[in-house]
């Protein structure tokens, strides 16, 4: 299943493609999203719409994130939701943290540090 929303993630298309087959490789010319098509493959006709389909799409925009999520959600459960969250997460801090800037990428270091260190002290602040 992590596998499966990675590469929902990373390499969107090749994923439809394997999920949807022919129905993705249609020809588009006029997008039209089609409130009565499975959810998932909306978002194929949504980005289509928005020309914003690629590596990482989940993260270009909030609504394509909430999309995104509730496409994982339908397919794999909430365990999916957690992974691609998770995804999110580490190609977000990996970015950080391989930055340009020396400083940004210590600070990201030392703020996954006092998380690792404080997990649960703010696992249960969140919980308040």
Known sequence: ?????????????KWFKKAYGVLV?????TPQL????DLCLQLVYIFDIF?????????????QGNLQLS?????YGI???KAAIMH????????LIYSDSENISMAAREVIGFAV???ETILNDLRK
């Open 1 to 13: 299943m992590t596998q499966s929303v990675n590469e929902m993630i990373d390499f969107p298309s």
């Open 25 to 29: 490789d249609e020809p588009r010319t």
């Open 34 to 37: 089609d409130l009565d098509l």
């Open 51 to 63: 020309n914003s389909f690629g590596h990482d799409f989940g993260r270009k925009r909030k609504w």
């Open 71 to 75: 496409c994982v959600k339908e397919l």
């Open 79 to 81: 365990e999916g939701v």
């Open 88 to 95: 999110h997460m580490l190609d977000y801090i990996d970015s």
């Open 117 to 119: 260190s404080n997990l």
